[in-house]
């Protein structure tokens, strides 16, 4: 690993795969904490001078109202937005705007009550159609290229689906976009919370990319790269960049939170650099370990319990 790194250090990518940045070490805070200024015992009510305290009244005492006795929850039972969402026909959100608009019949009757629970064996119609609630599968791809997630708009080009097709009967889908030229890290699902979840703009987990540059990459650039990009009028703030240890100094790590490979090749470009290719070696938190190109496998029960508390 060259010690020209900016903001830490990638290691290299193992297997058959090109080296992939490794878990670079961020800054640690230094910032401490004030003390207050407040004294312990803060407030003290002053009595005005001769007066004495009344006698014989009784302290008021605020009576609690009795609150109404809890239901527990059938386990048995689930409330029906979910119930429609865990069939893959929709969010839960836009489940409740469809149950709001009379669209939706338990055994036959229109629910539109909030909240409404249902059990695994009543009929559920959503808009005329019985479902039925679908296992959530979670499954990670090592892409490889010349395959995209937008469909074949040419001859060269086929869709990620094909890839994963055999995996489940489950109707995944990708989470997130990538073109042919770009490989590494893609999950699939049909948990709409989670797509929805790792669709917003501001992500929160880090993605790790392994950038291939046309011409080596100059310090002076990665340092000004340190402190931040700003695309179409947004500043974009880089968590790490780095060379990558016993590589080219056109092999380039960069840490940051967007999924979006065209803001990471847009990054690159507005140094003037040409970006060969784009390799995303690792996913909030999940690495191509054990995970060829072109393979995929399902995520553990504790890898998808990290990714809903990102």
């Known amino acids: 690993m060259s010690n020209n790194s900016s903001r830490g250090n990638t290691s290299g990518r193992g297997g058959n795969d090109r080296k992939k940045p490794g878990r670079p070490t961020g800054s640690g805070s230094n910032s401490t904490r004030k003390p207050s200024g407040d004294k312990p015992g803060g407030f003290v009510k002053k009595t005005t001078g001769g007066s004495k305290p009344l006698q014989g009244r009784k302290p008021f005492v605020k009576k609690e109202t009795p609150s109404a006795p809890k239901t527990a929850s059938n386990p048995d039972e ?3 937005n979910k119930y429609i969402s865990n069939s893959g026909m929709c969010s839960r959100r836009d489940a409740d705007i469809y149950i709001q608009s009379g669209n939706v019949k338990v ?34 791809l090592n892409k490889p290229k010349n395959f995209s997630t937008s469909g074949d708009e040419d001859r060269d080009m086929r869709n990620v689906m094909e890839l994963v097709r055999n995996a489940t009967k489950a109707k995944l889908q990708p989470i997130g976009r990538m073109d042919k030229n770009t490989t590494g890290l893609l999950i699939f699902t049909n948990d709409s919370d989670m797509l929805r979840k790792f669709s917003l703009p501001n992500q929160k987990s880090f993605k790790i990319y392994q950038v291939s540059l046309d011409k080596n990459f100059k310090y002076d650039d990665m340092e000004k790269m340190s402190q931040g990009v700003t695309l179409d009028g947004h500043k974009l703030f880089i968590d790490e960049v780095s060379y990558i240890e016993n590589e080219s100094k056109n092999e380039i790590g960069i840490k940051l939170r967007t999924q979006n490979v065209r803001v990471v090749r847009a990054i690159f470009e507005s140094f003037k650099y040409d970006v060969l290719r784009v390799d995303r070696v690792s996913y909030a938190g999940l690495t191509k370990k054990n995970l060829p190109r072109g393979n995929w496998r399902f995520l553990t029960e504790q890898e998808v319990i990290n990714l809903k508390n990102v």
């Open 78 to 80: 689930l409330r029906l």
């Open 107 to 140: 055994n036959g009757q229109v629910i539109t009550e909030m909240g409404h629970r249902v059990k695994l064996t009543d009929k559920v119609e959503f808009d005329g159609t019985t479902i039925m609630p679908e296992k959530k599968e979670y499954l990670l």
